[in-house]
């Protein structure tokens, strides 16, 4: 955690609700902070989650972590809205990773959330795709010698993200995608929990997987700012 490449990567904070008609459980934002870094072979991804308690339902790689408390990576490295990945990590370092294809036009609504029609028809997941050589490590997250939450990193394979553009290895490009986290807080009635999802560039709550359109834009610059 204290290796100094991560001293000065990129920084993004979580700090905005995913999109709803129902407004977020009244709680504090938790501390979220995603740092990036890069070199020809590996996309790297730091998670930096505050959390006083871990609510984690599942375990096992392809379990469904997201139903407790977890970190998502959105990629479409083209940004067409034809194939995009989804990876998910959570404290205890186990992992989900999915594949999506959509083989028709790729048509999204006001809140670009592909239609129904495109959903029913054209698009495919493949929840038991596995990414290659994809890597990642979790631990606790230690502020002066305490414990304040806890940290995954995710190492993204070029080879395999890149396939599609002919590219082998990452160089300066931009890459479509997003980030988002997920934390299950403990109803005021004591009894079942309500989601409070966190994300980057704005999607609709619990559509991240059907809002390619809706991916922002990673910029992997070849100069250290």
Same mark, same amino acid.
């Given at each position: 955690?204290?290796?100094?490449?991560?001293?000065?990567?990129?920084?993004?904070?979580?700090?905005? !609700?995913?999109?709803?008609?129902?407004? !977020? !459980?009244?709680?504090?934002?938790? *501390?979220?902070?995603?740092?990036?870094?890069?070199?020809?072979?590996?996309?790297?991804?730091?998670?930096?989650?505050? +959390?006083?308690?871990?609510?984690?339902?599942? &375990?096992?790689?392809?379990?469904?972590?997201?139903?407790? +408390?977890?970190? =998502?990576?959105?990629?479409?490295?083209? *940004?067409?809205?034809?194939?995009?990945? =989804?990876?998910?990590?959570?404290?205890?370092?186990?992992?989900?990773?999915?594949?999506?294809?959509?083989?028709?036009? !790729?048509?999204? +609504?006001?809140?670009?959330?592909?239609? *129904?029609?495109?959903?029913?028809?054209?698009?495919?997941?493949?929840?038991?795709?596995?990414?290659?050589?994809?890597?990642?490590?979790? %631990?606790?997250?230690?502020?002066?010698?305490?414990?304040?939450?806890?940290?995954?990193?995710?190492?993204?394979?070029?080879?395999?993200?890149? #396939?599609?553009?002919?590219? @082998? @290895?990452?160089?300066?490009?931009?890459? &479509?995608?997003?980030?988002?986290?997920? #934390?299950?807080?403990? @109803? %005021?009635?004591?009894?079942?929990?309500?989601?409070?999802?966190?994300?980057?560039?704005?999607?609709?709550?619990?559509?991240?997987? &059907?809002?390619? %359109?809706?991916?922002?834009?990673?910029?992997?610059? %070849?100069?250290? #700012?």
């Amino acid at each position: 955690a204290d290796d100094p490449a991560w001293s000065g990567p990129a920084l993004i904070p979580l700090t905005t !609700p995913s999109l709803s008609r129902t407004p !977020p !459980p009244a709680v504090p934002i938790p *501390g979220t902070e995603i740092r990036l870094l890069w070199d020809p072979e590996w996309l790297y991804v730091r998670f930096l989650c505050k +959390d006083d308690q871990t609510y984690l339902l599942f &375990h096992g790689h392809g379990a469904p972590i997201y139903k407790g +408390d977890a970190v =998502e990576i959105f990629l479409d490295p083209i *940004g067409d809205c034809r194939e995009w990945i =989804e990876l998910e990590f959570n404290a205890t370092n186990d992992v989900f990773d999915q594949l999506t294809l959509c083989t028709g036009e !790729p048509k999204s +609504d006001r809140s670009l959330h592909l239609t *129904g029609e495109v959903i029913a028809r054209d698009i495919w997941v493949f929840p038991n795709w596995d990414l290659p050589e994809l890597r990642s490590a979790a %631990a606790p997250w230690k502020v002066n010698g305490q414990t304040a939450g806890w940290i995954v990193d995710a190492a993204i394979p070029a080879s395999e993200i890149l #396939k599609r553009t002919g590219l @082998k @290895k990452f160089q300066a490009m931009s890459l &479509h995608g997003d980030f988002l986290r997920y #934390k299950w807080i403990p @109803k %005021a009635t004591g009894t079942g929990r309500d989601l409070l999802s966190l994300t980057w560039s704005p999607i609709t709550l619990g559509n991240p997987h &059907h809002s390619p %359109a809706a991916y922002g834009f990673i910029d992997l610059s %070849a100069t250290v #700012k």
